[in-house]
């Protein structure tokens, strides 16, 4: 859902910048991972109401000798346009990034990209790895990547992660910088946090707390576990709802 993280992360991280945008110098945007269970989400896509594709959502907790990873895995489908598969794995105590590893194929008459990914990992304040392009010749461009990452920044991917959300309450607008993988800059990641409502999602009624950015909410959950049960564009035209949860299918370390 590379088109997600485009949505969210649309302007550069300056604190003028976002707060311009805000109308107020925002809060520190701040993650709890412990709040996430360990949980399998299937997802529909809706576009103008009609079924587009799916997704699948796990959150693995991997537990290790001194501290925790929460490894987030998603593979998605939107007809007739783009596949994925994206992993993250984070400190799940205390939120800090670890590696993001995100392929895409494409499929579109009007762009001679059919494949982007990326494989970045963060150590000792810098995030290294790799980026790769692939066209309809066959080529692919292998791009470096090694550059800063300040502490208290993190992944675009982390959108991914909005029900870890811990300090946001209705009218505060929140920012953290965010590392924008796939074209190597830093943006705001941010929200604002909107009145809590009532929701009905195929999975079922939840209550939630919408948390809008740019041109689109998400609908995190406010008791209970913490997850996001749905998505949207503000005008309603795209749409993605939780149909059910499972028990986690273990990833290979």
Not at 68 to 88: G, K
Not at 174 to 194: G, M, N, R, W
Request: glycine fraction near 8%.
């Amino acid at each position: 859902m590379r088109w997600l993280c485009f949505l969210l992360l649309a302007s550069p991280f300056t604190p003028a910048a976002t707060a311009q945008t805000s109308g107020a110098s925002p809060k520190s945007l701040q993650f709890d991972l412990a709040q996430v269970p360990a949980t399998r989400d299937s997802f529909v896509f809706r576009l103008r109401g009609e079924e587009r594709g799916w997704a699948v959502w796990q959150y693995e907790i991997r537990p290790l000798e001194m501290t925790q990873e929460l490894v987030y895995t998603a593979t998605s489908e939107f007809r007739p346009i783009e596949e994925e598969r994206l992993r993250v794995v984070v400190n799940r105590l205390t939120g800090q990034p670890i590696s993001t590893f995100h392929h895409i194929d494409l499929y579109s008459p009007r762009s001679d990209t059919v494949m982007v990914e990326h494989d970045l990992e963060v150590k000792r304040g810098e995030v290294s790895g790799r980026r790769r392009v692939g066209t309809k010749s066959g080529g692919v461009k292998i791009v470096p990547v090694t550059r800063p990452f300040a502490p208290g920044t993190v992944f675009s991917d982390y959108v991914f992660l909005a029900g870890a959300v811990s300090n946001a309450v209705p009218g505060d607008s929140l920012a953290v910088p965010a590392y924008k993988e796939f074209d190597d800059s830093l943006v705001a990641l941010t929200f604002v946090a909107e009145a809590p409502t009532s929701i009905e999602v195929p999975a079922g009624r939840f209550d939630v707390l919408p948390l809008r950015s740019g041109g689109f909410r998400i609908f995190a959950t406010r008791t209970g576990p913490r997850r996001v049960v749905k998505g949207q564009t503000l005008d309603g035209t795209f749409s993605f709802e939780l149909v059910r949860s499972g028990p986690v299918v273990p990833t290979p370390p």
